[in-house]
């Protein structure tokens, strides 16, 4: 486990948080932001064609 700093607060946080125990910020744990890396993995693993069949 290693320790980084909050982007808002700057307080020192754990790798493997979630949430900024002193201020709450959330980071990039959305659900589109998920997909987006998810769709550029795909499409750089597999091709713009074979990540199509996946839809």
Do not use: D
């Not at 499409?43 to 069949?53: D, T």
């Amino acid at each position: 486990m290693s320790l980084g700093y909050c982007p808002e607060c700057n307080a020192e946080i754990s790798s493997r948080a979630t949430r900024c125990p002193k201020c709450g910020y959330a980071g990039e744990s959305s659900i589109l932001s998920r997909f987006f890396i998810v769709a550029a993995f795909c499409l750089g693993a597999y091709g713009i064609v074979n990540w199509l069949m996946l839809l």
